[in-house]
């Protein structure tokens, strides 16, 4: 059987039928039944999917497609006699993988945390007596006992409730907690029998007794934890990327090492063996080294400024993956609002009352604030905020920590409680006055809630407050401006209105009456029908759960960026797209489809409507994750974000699952790639910026690698095709100087390079644009390499022009050999220096950016000038990478030669912007 009609099953039966089925009774089990079927149903947990080993997560960083071709390349260095290069290749890739290893341990130790386990404690009822119990004990047909601000600890059928009321947000999305009876009624939406009580949610109000039908896996909590564990975990985006741009390097490696090996054995007449090794050479050198580090550091760098924003990554590839994100679908409880219900206006006969921070501003032009105690000159007003505070057993306590309070009771009945203290009303010292006789409690049927009062030596005051079309129907009279009068028709037609009219604003309104009783009526046996009749009404109080305050320049920095929210929620309809309408998500042409139309809708029908504006509402947990699924079918990249365990499974299939720290449940947060720490929907953004970042690091990165290839490769072609008339400008050893020492640090320092200023008001990067493209390729090679080789290569020609070439042979050794092939490395290292300046923007000005503000760069070009110092002044060393000492005239030449370049490329970054504005 299903867990629908099991569920059914237990909400519709009698209670004499479920205690028939589950073998229990009102007095529970036994210990000795209850240890029984522990064993048999096991502990009442939510199992964690199984997780891969430390070790195979360890060797997992050592076996990626990069991280096989530097293992590759290493041992042809090897083979090819450069023993100590192919050790320092190995060393590169051996660091690489330990630190990937260190910073995903990191965010798991962070990660868990965080994780939130359910109740530790319940008190159940074991041979007719009270106990307290391990939650993780608990068992079908256990009876427990529920009081507000508990968690519920199995999925339960209800034996008797008084005012109960819960909140199944985690469960449903729904913001309005639900009121729960011994009567059953199927109510609206997923989960919303009144009846049943749901493992994961909470207790919001009142107390109850129930006996749990189902513990552990079970439970809803455990089938949707189930089927988010069932999910495949595919590879992200980024690891895609890489091993094509992988796949890409070695081709092209590959390629060039048998162009010149050829070339080695036809042009130049080397033996096979000597081509061999001068090939294994080349290809070693046009491998990126540094990319698998520079990506590991890119990544990690992220994270660590995301955590900074309250953003926790649990893997580094998903940071990157977030710069993809062209779809957030978010929930809105919680995420886009403040899970916490607020009174907006109160309405009277007389006039509207907005409620402010600070009092309440009558029709939007005099203001009260609480020292007036305006209330006391407004008799409407002072009437409706005695009913709001008094008819109300909510409490709220102020956090120390300067939090959010702490509500005992329902976020409804705390809104009145906060909005009555912020017009100054001591409840406490009111109480005084006017002692609380009794109370009729909240039940979903006539959905009103009443307290009885002494009024005065002779009377009592009846206090009601509930649903307005429940309670307008106990009222004959009316109150204006503190006079009480007969309710006509027009009185009825306008406050029909007023609640329309604030219902089409996604506002709820709760009305307060009132009436007088004389004393000698027996409160204690007065009966609620009788009670609440008569009524005088005296006004409506209006509220909703707020969007948060951040929230407005979040979505509107999305739109900026091209990236479309859909909001997924389990709020009714009006709500979804008054909130939705409200802070610029959707226009007010929206679609909302409630989750009852998405079930007969088909795939290809719902692909068509994900590609407008849509606003979905009513869903259950397994439509938001097909609402995920069709996104991705329809190629968007999609984040979505949650705190719930229906929730868990839309995380796990998005692109990037995004869940809430402090609101989320264990199993969302087990889901999701990115944790929220503060619950704020803005981190996203600011997390989505430092994705859009990492990916164009990387892309800087392989812009300046290529770079120095390009310089490198062109004294070796002018050897070869000089069929050796030209010595080798540049040795093998010198061009793996510059791959694994002088480049690897400032190209590192590319890695943690802060975003672009514009980088959130371009659109996605498409899934067909690859890392290497073709504007790449023409910056890199046609544009940064060519000047770098013609630089190097004139400098290779001066140093031999002034020691008389031509008139005399160039020179394949000596004194003036080695100085001409130190200048082309030291070329080669200068010009990298403006490169890699060059390459912090794309296209804003280096200077506008802060020259120095990348300190990393700058430690990077320190240490490659120190390094090639290091290699032109020190015998030995001198010796094995062909280098000598230069005079001060050549560091003077080498110094200034970053200089005109970058300019250069300043002036090109001018002319491109002015040319593209206008």
Known sequence: MDEKKVRELYAKASLMDVFNNLHSSKNGLSDEEAAKRLKKYGLNTIKKAATESEWRTFFKNFTSMMAILLWIS?????????IELGIAIWLVNIINGLFSFWQEKAAKRATDALNKMLPTYVEVIRSGKKKQVDSKNLVPGDVFVLQAGNSIPADARILSASSMQVDQSALNGESVPESKTTKYDPGEGEYAESNLVYSGTTVGAGNARAIAFATG?????????????????????????????????SIIAITIGVIFFIAAIFFVKYPLAKAFIFALGMIVAFIPEGLLPTVTLSLAQGVKRMAKKHALVKELNSVETLGETTVICSDKTGTLTQNQMTIHYLWTPAGEYQVTGNGYVNNGKVEFNKQQLWYEENPDLHKLVQIAALDNDTTVEPNKNGGKPKILGTPTEASLIVMAQKAGFDKQKVLVKYPSLRELPFDSERKRMSTIHRWNDTQDIIFTKGAYSDTIKQCDRIQVNGQVRKMTQADLIRTK???????????????????????DTDINKIDIAHAEQHLIFVGLATMSDPPRPEIYDAVKRCHQAKIRIIMVTGDSKLTAKSVAVKIGITSDKARVISGTELNQMSDEELRQVLQGEVIFARVAPEQKYRIVKNCQANGEIVASTGDGVNDAPALKQADIGIAMGMTGTDVAKDAANMILTDDNFASIVAAIEEGRAVYSNIRKFLTYILTSNVPEAIPSVLFLFSAGLIPLPMTIMQILTVDLGTDMLPALGLGAEAADPDTMKEPPRKRSEHLLNKHVMIKAICWYGLISSLISTAAYFFVNYQNGWPQTVLAASGPVYMRATTMVLGAIVFTQIANVLNCRTNKTSVFKKGLFSNKNIWYGIIFEICLFFILTITPGIQQVFNTTTLAASDWLFLFLLPIPLVLLEEARKWLMYHKKNN
Do not use: H
């Not at 209105?497 to 004393?519: E, H, P, T, V, W």
């Open 74 to 82: 290493g041992l042809i260095a090897i083979v090819s006699g450069t």
């Open 217 to 249: 896996m079970n439970t809803e909590f455990g089938r949707i934890a189930s089927l988010t564990q069932k999910q495949e975990k595919t590879s992200s985006p980024l690891t895609a990327e890489l091993n094509r741009l992988t796949k890409q390097i």
């Open 497 to 519: 209105k007023a609640n329309a009219d604030y219902a089409s604003r996604g506002l709820r309104s709760m009305a307060l009456a009132y009436r007088i009783i004389d004393q």
